[in-house]
């Protein structure tokens, strides 16, 4: 299968560029796997399209504002992207420009954070040592960090709150489980009133999830690791709702691969914590996930291939090209599906 497989057009225009003022007044394209049906509303009305004992389940993932702004001792500036912390005063991270072994870089006014490059690894990404750690190294981060949001977005966010989920808990993601930012309290007070059980897994986003796929033939490439978890609590209540019949409803891909790589071969959701490289493209069983929230993923990513795994790839792209054409709003701050 080969990567060229998930392109598809994209109007410029449709790549939203701001989250809108109200969360869950975006739009909701509902695709029907067994009907092969497509349905156009709004989010908001998600509490009528699915059943009424279904089991949503969330990545309470937090965005750390993990862009550094700093500088070299020459006075050249530094663009650092944190990817992932490797201890407590260690981040593996991108850098641009690149920077050489034993380079220093400095952020923010005296007294400035401090970080020395110890090594590069063989896909460029750096381990910058930092003079700080553990709950001082986090505060400088907040103090000195800004928002993360992708390449595509060109307008700053004004709000930084817009890129978090009302529900963001664990501090540790690069980028937004984006999914997510639809919901509002309410939507979720609605939600459990009808019934639904609400459930919180945690997957960090890192390069595993946002990182484009360069290889030709899909299977060619390798994910980048990250951490996940699936708490014994929350596997034992996903469990038995599976042995009760409910549906398990993933909120977003990163929640799919969290409960994926939690689930044993017979589906069963196990307790899970640590590293996560499952790469999900069509030709994958899927084990515990019976329907899922997602937005639209950019052409030739690893998240529009485990969409095509999950809805069949026809199915998928010809979803796309109605959104396209019913002039959705694409990506980060853009609309959602309902794949059910």
Not at 33 to 53: I, P
Not at 302 to 313: E, I, K, N, Q, Y
Request: charged content about 25%; some cysteine.
């Amino acid at each position: 299968m080969r990567t060229a497989d998930f392109d598809y057009h994209l109007p410029s225009e449709l790549i939203a560029q701001h989250p809108l003022e109200r969360r869950d007044q975006s739009r909701l394209l509902l695709l029907d796997r067994a009907a092969g049906r497509v349905e156009h509303h709004a989010f908001h009305e998600l509490v009528d399209l699915l059943r009424a004992d279904d089991v949503l389940v969330f990545n309470e993932s937090k965005v750390i504002p993990a862009r550094l702004r700093g500088r070299k001792p020459t006075g050249g500036k530094v663009e650092c992207l944190l990817v992932k912390q490797i201890d407590p005063s260690t981040w593996e991270a991108m850098t641009r420009p690149g920077l050489r072994v034993g380079q220093l870089v400095a952020f923010g006014a005296e007294p400035c954070l401090r970080a020395q490059v110890l090594d590069v690894e063989a896909d460029g990404l750096r381990h910058l040592a930092f003079d700080a750690s553990g709950e001082a190294l986090r505060a400088a981060i907040w103090r000195l960090g800004e928002m993360p949001t992708p390449p595509y977005v060109h307008e700053r966010i004004s709000e930084p709150e817009r890129y978090q989920t009302v529900y963001a808990r664990e501090e540790g993601s690069v980028a937004a489980p984006t999914a997510g930012l639809h919901f509002t309290p309410e939507l979720l007070e609605r939600l459990r009133a009808r019934g639904m059980s609400l459930e919180f897994v945690t997957l960090h986003v890192g390069l595993g999830t946002f990182q484009p796929v360069k290889a030709e033939e899909v299977a060619a490439h390798r994910i980048h690791s990250e951490y996940c978890r699936v708490s014994p609590e929350i596997a034992a209540r996903l469990a038995a709702a599976r042995e009760a019949g409910r549906r398990i409803v993933a909120v977003g891909t990163t929640a799919v691969r969290a409960l994926e790589t939690a689930a044993d071969e017979a589906g069963k959701i196990r307790p899970f914590a640590g590293e996560t490289s499952l790469f999900v493209y069509p030709g994958y069983r899927f084990r515990a996930v019976e329907a899922m929230v997602t937005n639209f993923h950019l052409p030739r990513s690893t998240l529009l291939m485990l969409v095509s795994a999950f809805a069949g790839r026809a199915a998928t792209l010809a979803a796309y090209e109605a959104a396209v054409a019913e002039r959705y709003r694409f990506y980060s701050f853009g609309d959602a599906m309902l794949i059910v």
